[in-house]
């Protein structure tokens, strides 16, 4: 669900974003949100980017930290629980 959002910009702005808007062929607000969007997902792929590789560099340190078996006694068979004194 979309919310509404106010901004205040300077009177040049604004008539420089109404400018570029139309030329897209696009309302300010469609414009301005495309941008903002753009922004937030550009930001997110770069987090995402910079979090797979650092667990790609130390995936083997963690590994030898905690192991693949996280949690002992847990069963790999769906459906089926631990012993509850298991962890």
């Given at each position: 669900?979309?919310?509404?959002?106010?901004?205040?910009?300077d009177e040049d702005v604004k008539a420089a974003a109404?400018?570029?808007?139309?030329?897209?062929g696009l309302t300010l607000q469609k414009y301005v949100a495309d941008l903002i969007e753009a922004d937030v997902n550009q930001s997110r792929a770069a987090f995402m980017a910079g979090a797979a590789s650092f667990l790609a560099t130390y995936a083997d340190v963690f590994d030898g930290e905690v192991g693949e078996d996280r949690y002992p006694?847990?069963?790999?068979?769906?459906?089926?629980t631990a012993p509850r004194d298991a962890a």
């Open positions: 669900m979309a919310k509404q959002t106010n901004i205040r910009l109404e400018d570029r808007a139309k030329r897209r006694g847990l069963t790999d068979k769906p459906g089926q």
